[in-house]
């Protein structure tokens, strides 16, 4: 289980980065979230859902889907929905550098309860 409550599955390490799969139930939000140290790129793979991002005074909400491509810089905050009419979200990330464990990732006011 993700710092956010998505399932996730390492795929991949090396010394500049990691990859793992992620993926969000029908129907379900995750917990926004914030990274300490870390960066990541993100590509779905299937589903239909939400992403939420924050970082200083720029804030966004993108539709994502399979093909949709996004970052996550150090810092930003973030947080996604997969709609309940739709397959599970699903994505692979590329975390850079690999993910350092478990105290990387803190919880954030979200823009969905």
């Known amino acids: 289980m993700a710092p956010d409550g998505s399932a996730v599955r390492l795929l991949l390490r090396l010394n ?13 939000t995750s917990i926004a979230v914030a990274h300490r140290t ?11 859902g939400e992403m939420w991002r924050k970082l200083g005074d720029q804030e966004s909400v993108v539709t994502v889907e399979a093909g949709v491509s996004i970052s996550i810089p150090c810092g930003a ?3 996604f929905r997969a709609f309940a009419e739709h397959p599970p979200l699903a994505a692979i990330a590329v975390t850079m550098p690999p993910w350092p464990g478990e105290d990387e990732a803190y919880r954030v006011n979200g823009l969905w309860s």
Request: hydrophobic residues 50%.
């Open 38 to 48: 870390v960066e990541e790129l993100w590509f779905f793979l299937g589903g239909r």
């Open 16 to 28: 500049g980065g990691s990859m793992a799969h992620f993926e969000l139930a029908a129907g379900q």
């Open 77 to 79: 905050h973030f947080q």
